[in-house]
DNA sequence: CTGTTAGCGCATTCAG
DNA sequence: CTGAATGCGCTAACAG
């Protein structure tokens, strides 16, 4: 150990003068020193929980002003319970529904004063276990997530601990974790209803994998409008791409129970169908009706405007992160958590067949 | 001071047990204790920087797999110089646009093994700069940010002091930031020369707030392109809202030099005039050619598909966020920042006028 | 109302 | 190749 000669408790380290203060970020210590007070003064300042006489608070806030103090979140997260954090691990960013969904997050987040950490899993349940992993050795207070492929996430309590997670879009296998979804069924079905009323019977259903809970769980949707109506099913998953899609189409179409209607399972689904029907040249909805699931900005401006299932993406994530930041106050884990269902919206417009001029939305 | 009696410099804290590991997170020394070593020696392990012995490796590795020890971010941040995050802040999350952006410098900061700590301005120059210190107090170790208006920002290197930022998108007054942008000019001066091609001579251009530099640097295009045709410009900033913008263009159309063809500044105001020429009942593109900025996911699939400026928005998030890590590798600041500019393209597609069956790209 | 002490978990000295 | 001591900046607990 290296002491200095005479002072054996007192290691050189405790000796030594501290950098000028020029070339080192300001400490608490610093506005301690200048302001002639205590640390824990300043530090009573700046929080505010416990009373300080008005005339030694002006000289810290004097001091703190002067030295364009600035505290060091990291410590404090460090050394308190909180860091202040939530992690958000959405499948990307560059799809418009999550985009929306991570907006609300962040709101919601900055009326808490807190920071999100953001990631994206890319739909990877092995990303999304790492990702959720280095979230977790940041030691964010709570996490938020749209969970990858039901049957593959390995997302569980077992793994977050004592920190509070709220999954939402879709949901995870363990129990114990929050998660907020909205109508995906009772939706497919209002619509497919719809189609019917129309005087449609042979509706088919397009989708990506099934694997992924929305588009499954609105196929169980759509099953069951058809089933109702006495109606043969007609889905496919494997909408991948544009060219894939194209060729399922076509193929569709040229036989003789060609659907006279179509259902997307969302909207890259949506995507791909469009871009299909238009290299057909199919006329909408004459030739062929079409709807489907996810709205979005300029639905309304396509040639028919769609009609299509509406999801309140934005209050999705301002509900999921609101029982978040529940959870983080309370500070208990439940044994099941909540299950929260939202309402969901059918926009009309004219690619179903109906000729409302302007959108029709029933809820 | 308590100290436990003839013991005057053993505190009582030292000497009492810790808790029981079950009930707190393993530590480096529960894993250092388990495996019969010093908490270094798992430090080491860790790291990787320095060579252990292959056998008390493999200890140090069975206690941490035992213990399912992991380390804590926070200290190893609060310790180290590095947090080994980066802050980025973007106006808003719900525009296509600038979630394309955050999804490229996720993506980079995840090649990286960084984190990403996300906020939005909202648009607003307060809120922009608080945000910015939020990060600055998390010790981030660089910010990558779409600045809001040019005239306003107050973000520059007095604030952010030794940690690098590179601005994208838009440019910031301060010239020691780094700043990666786009052909603005060229590209609205382009677009305007191919609607003058098709024999326009009345062009509008349509654009949100003239403080934002994006919409103003498009207008010096489109005014280039129309002051070199010998062309009288006309131009208005205030499409900011449906309402408004369809007043705008019931008055523009109505009185005798009504313009044959528009340039609409960003996504936005596409919409709003999409919306408007709807409500009009204005047939695109023979009573009016319709061009704008950003392309979309959709732009093919409206009625008639739309011509405009397509921006490298995934490319321009990756290209700021290597520079970032670049001068987070370098470590030093630049006394006059990079400034990169990215090309665009035009994508011709039906509103102009032309008659191109599938888009026609040129760059 | 204010100050002192101690320690959060880690990695950088420095000694073996 | 390994370990002990030390302190990063902050705040809970206690003492005055």
């Given at each position: 150990m290296s002491e200095v000669p005479g002072n054996p408790h007192v290691s050189k380290a405790k000796l030594r003068e501290r950098?000028?203060?020029?070339?080192?970020?300001?400490t608490m210590s610093d506005v301690a020193r200048l302001a002639g007070v205590g640390t824990m003064t300043v530090s009573r300042v700046l929080s505010g929980t416990v009373r300080v006489s008005a005339e030694t608070t002006q000289r810290v806030l004097t001091a703190i002003e002067q030295l364009k103090y600035r505290p060091n979140e990291l410590a404090r997260a460090f050394r308190g319970q909180r860091s202040h954090s939530i992690g958000l691990i959405i499948?990307?960013?560059?799809d418009p529904f999550f985009a929306n969904c991570a907006q609300a997050v962040t709101a919601v987040a900055k009326e808490h004063g807190y920071s999100v950490i953001i990631t994206t899993s890319d739909e990877d349940p092995d990303t999304e276990y790492a990702e959720a992993e280095h979230m977790l050795e940041r030691h964010v207070d709570g996490m938020v997530v749209i969970p990858s492929r039901f049957r593959q996430t390995r997302l569980s309590r077992a793994l977050f601990g004592k920190t509070p997670v709220v999954a939402f879009d879709r949901p995870v296998p363990d129990p114990s974790l929050d998660v907020v979804l909205v109508q995906n069924t009772a939706g497919a079905r209002r619509i497919v209803e719809h189609l019917i009323e129309h005087g449609h019977k042979r509706i088919a259903y397009m989708g990506l994998s099934r694997t992924l809970f929305t588009i499954n769980t609105r196929f169980l949707g759509y099953r069951r409008a058809m089933q109702v109506a006495g109606l043969a099913e007609d889905a496919t998953f494997?909408?991948?791409?544009e060219e894939v899609t194209l060729g399922i189409l076509k193929e569709k179409l040229s036989?003789?129970?060609?659907?006279?209607a179509i259902l997307t399972s969302n909207t890259l689904a949506t995507r791909y169908v469009l871009s299909s029907i238009a290299h057909l040249g199919v006329?909408?909805?004459?030739d062929l009706a079409f709807t489907g699931f996810d709205d979005f900005d300029l639905a309304e401006f396509t040639s028919p405007p769609l009609t299509v299932v509406r999801q309140p993406a934005q209050e999705m994530g301002r509900v999921a992160t609101s029982l978040l930041f529940d959870r983080i106050a309370r500070g208990e884990i439940p044994q099941t958590g909540n299950r929260i269902v939202l309402p969901i919206e059918i926009v009309l417009r004219r690619s179903c067949g109906c000729k409302h001029k302007t959108p029709v939305v029933i809820s």
């Open positions: 950098m000028p203060v020029a070339h080192r970020k300001p499948p990307y960013l560059y494997d909408c991948n791409s036989g003789k129970d060609a659907p006279t006329k909408v909805p004459n």
